[in-house]
């Protein structure tokens, strides 16, 4: 099984501060995702990324976020200012030699106060 | 867009008894259906998943079923154990690299 890592594992801020969640897949992948899950609820889709641009994203994924590969190992997942609301489970997920199959990062605890 | 529904969101049985957990999908063009296992604090884990060009695919204790004209598809998990105490997705995709839509959990509890 593909294995992803994620930094940090709980990051704190303020409200209107940036933060950088950052994921590592341990080999090469051609498809990173980013989802989140407020607690409780389900895992929702953010956005997907695929040779170097966005390939798709939700209607959650507004002006606010934005994604980039800055040295073709690590994917991040940047929201500029943060709101309350921002505030959930965020993972990121790599799709593995089979096709369709995306396997999940531990996720990032992002808590906006 | 696609919606996924899953029932039921809690169940809990006995040690030893089966478990099963039902998911319906609204787009016909969806065409992958895994399942995923999620710890308390951790990602999601990808335990079976099924393709919609079988009916059903097997994996030791796990069995997972589709129907495709109804547009529902099941997790079985038999000789529950208490190990198995988790929250599980569905989900369901299209094209390879297309989004995962999940279902809202069901959170299952193996009584000792």
């Known amino acids: 099984e593909p294995e992803v890592t994620q930094t940090p594992s709980h990051q704190v801020t303020q409200m209107g501060q940036e933060v950088i969640l950052r994921c590592v897949p341990i080999s090469n992948h051609l498809y990173f995702y980013w989802y989140r899950q407020i607690l409780g609820q389900k895992v929702e889709f953010l956005v997907s990324f695929y040779n170097n641009e966005i390939s798709e994203k939700s209607e959650i994924f507004d002006d606010q976020f934005s994604v980039e590969r800055p040295d073709g190992s690590n994917f991040t997942l940047k929201i500029r200012s943060t709101k309350l609301e921002d505030s959930a489970m965020y993972f990121c997920?790599?799709?593995?030699?089979?096709?369709?199959?995306?396997?999940f990062g531990p996720g990032t605890r992002l808590t906006v106060l | 867009g696609e919606n996924v529904e899953q029932h039921p969101s809690t169940l809990s049985v006995q040690e030893g008894d089966s478990a099963v957990i039902k998911c319906t999908y609204s787009d016909s063009a969806s065409n992958y259906f895994p399942w995923y296992k999620q710890e308390l604090g951790k990602g999601p884990q990808l335990i079976i998943d099924i393709r919609s060009n079988v009916g059903e695919k097997k994996d030791q204790r796990i069995a997972v079923t589709l129907n495709k004209t109804a547009k529902h598809f099941s997790l079985h998990i038999t000789e529950t154990q208490p190990e198995d105490s988790a929250v599980y997705f569905c989900?369901?995709?299209?094209?390879?690299?297309?989004?995962?839509?999940f279902g809202t959990g069901t959170s299952l509890t193996v009584i000792p």
């Open positions: 989900a369901a995709s299209g094209n390879t690299g297309n989004q995962f839509y």
């Open positions: 997920a790599i799709l593995a030699g089979v096709p369709n199959e995306q396997f």
